[in-house]
């Protein structure tokens, strides 16, 4: 952050120079402004430019996000104003884009944008949801616990989604070897048996001409396969980001074998924790869902929750509407009607909230036990058809001598 040497007059009229840290000239006469001080001139000091080009280019990290939520909440409860809270944070040792970020926010909260507002100006950076939840904050006076519920709440997801990215990192990496694995034997070590069996003469047996085909094939048109191979793998990653192929990627999750029980809990665990953070912000019951909706992160859960909302609308109950969208396991249900009949939904929720996050977790670990031993089995599998294609062939030449 630049350093600039201001040369002011102080509250009391006299002439002083002071040295500030500011992120550019309308930042810098803010907080002099601020101090209650008049600012005659400035100059650079010291510009910080080391590794400009990365900070400015990086990604925000959503875990210095989640760290802002807790401090602003802090703050907050602390009885410091708005303004002065974004002012204070977005100096603290943050990235560079993201202080950036907390600046301009500062910025549209002193010009008499509510906080809201401004934080929905940088949507990849703030999600919909959390912008949702400070507009209820501001209205309902309760900022301070909107920001912990929210810090907690994508603390618990984040963490939930870390541990399945690590799970398959294992999984991942075998299914990558095989690949590597049939490439080498295929461009490198079956060509020279292949001349060898040759030279020899004899009949080859079925297994041999499969492998040594595919063998050639790669070997000819290696050159072309990998680029294409890119492209389609782009163009699917592409049609995945459309609303028609986020439905299709959310269709084939839900009916993987291993896959659809690790989709389907994370769905219900967020549910549940976002069903909770809704509930105690005062929204009425429609208001809840519509927002719910949002957060199921899956485009065929959003759409068969559209009938819940309308079933509701109608004035049905809550768990049986969801029940009849088949969406969510039974216990769920359960637990919403016991919430329900007896009027205290978010509490019945709070309990059990737990035990679908262990469910998470259970079925990732479950997953990772089912598909590790299914790719080694693979690339074990993989190595002995190609030893056989060779050793089969060999063997007959040798016997025949």
Do not use: W
């Amino acid at each position: 952050m630049p350093l600039y040497k201001c040369k002011v007059i102080n509250s009391s009229g006299q002439r002083q120079t002071v040295l500030r840290e500011a992120m550019d000239e309308l930042s810098l006469r803010a907080s002099i402004r601020q101090d209650e001080i008049h600012m005659l001139s400035f100059s650079v000091v010291k510009e910080e430019k080391e590794n400009e080009f990365f900070a400015v280019s990086s990604k925000i990290q959503f875990s210095e996000v989640i760290t802002f939520f807790r401090q602003f909440s802090v703050m907050l409860k602390a009885g410091i104003p708005i303004s002065d809270c974004l002012n204070n944070l977005h100096k603290q040792k943050f990235s560079v884009p993201f202080r950036n970020v907390l600046q301009t926010v500062y910025l549209d909260v002193e010009s008499g944008v509510l906080l809201s507002d401004a934080f929905a100006k940088h949507p990849k950076v703030f999600p919909r949801f959390f912008v949702s939840m400070v507009g209820i904050g501001e209205v309902s006076g309760s900022l301070d616990r909107v920001l912990t519920n929210m810090a907690d709440y994508y603390e618990n997801d984040r963490r939930i989604k870390k541990k399945a990215s690590s799970a398959m990192v294992y999984p991942t990496l075998l299914v990558c070897m095989v690949i590597v694995v049939v490439i080498f034997l295929c461009l490198f070590i079956l060509p020279q048996f292949e001349s060898t069996i040759n030279e020899l003469g004899g009949e080859v047996p079925e297994i041999t001409k499969i492998v040594m085909g595919i063998s050639e094939f790669i070997q000819n048109y290696f050159f072309i396969i990998l680029p294409v191979g890119v492209v389609i793998a782009l163009l699917v990653v592409l049609f995945f980001r459309t609303a028609k192929g986020k439905y299709v990627k959310d269709v084939l999750l839900l009916n993987l074998p291993i896959i659809s029980t690790v989709q389907k809990n994370l769905i219900t665990s967020r549910f549940s924790r976002a069903f909770i953070i809704l509930l105690s912000s005062g929204m009425n019951m429609i208001d809840v869902l519509e927002n719910l909706k949002k957060m199921l992160g899956n485009e065929v859960f959003t759409r068969k929750f559209d009938y819940t909302i309308e079933e509701v609308k109608r004035g049905r109950r809550i768990a049986s509407s969801i029940e009849a969208t088949g969406l969510f396991p039974s216990l769920l249900t359960e637990m919403i009607n016991v919430g329900e009949k007896s009027g205290n939904i978010e509490e019945v929720l709070e309990s059990t909230s737990d035990y679908f996050d262990e469910q998470v977790e259970a079925s990732i670990a479950k997953a990772v036990a089912a598909i590790e031993p299914m790719a080694i089995v693979m690339l074990g599998g993989v190595v002995c058809l190609v030893i056989l294609s060779v050793l089969v062939p060999m063997m007959s030449m040798m016997n025949a001598v």
